[in-house]
């Protein structure tokens, strides 16, 4: 992952990418139509195929547009992903909602702080768990 913190693309990205790809040689279009139907350079699209690239939910839904599919057809084959153990799923425990319902209610400027505290710690203990019994923090 990047330094700054940006989200790499992954599995679903790549799958996205792909169908993206199949919708836009089912209707006989090359990367230039699609780019300029939405408003992108070719080389953007051909980042979205190869899943190089995430492209935003409102990209998704320009591109639904433009080449009339659904939103949901861009994720036709998740399901395999995640059946076949390439993409993991996982839901918050109890604990996991408190904190994030405490900090959606704590403003945009203390989010931004709590949020450089946890990857402070999380870059801390990478690899593992804190210390047992509340030991020392980094």
Do not use: W
């Not at 946890?118 to 019994?133: M, N, Q, T």
């Amino acid at each position: 992952m990047s330094n700054n913190h940006e989200i790499e693309a992954d599995q679903i990205d790549k799958l996205i990418g792909a169908n993206l790809k199949k919708f836009r040689l089912e209707r006989q279009l090359t990367l230039v139509n699609v780019a300029n139907g939405v408003g992108v350079t070719y080389q953007q699209i051909q980042k979205y195929e190869s899943g190089d690239n995430r492209t935003t939910s409102s990209m998704l839904h320009h591109l639904g547009i433009f080449l009339n599919v659904n939103i949901g057809d861009f994720y036709d084959g998740v399901t395999t992903l995640i059946q076949t153990g390439q993409v993991e799923v996982t839901m918050p425990d109890p604990k996991e909602r408190n904190m994030l319902i405490m900090y959606r209610k704590i403003g945009k400027l203390n989010q931004h702080h709590v949020a450089n505290i946890i990857r402070s710690l999380s870059d801390c203990y990478r690899g593992g768990d804190a210390p047992a019994g509340g030991g020392e923090v980094c």
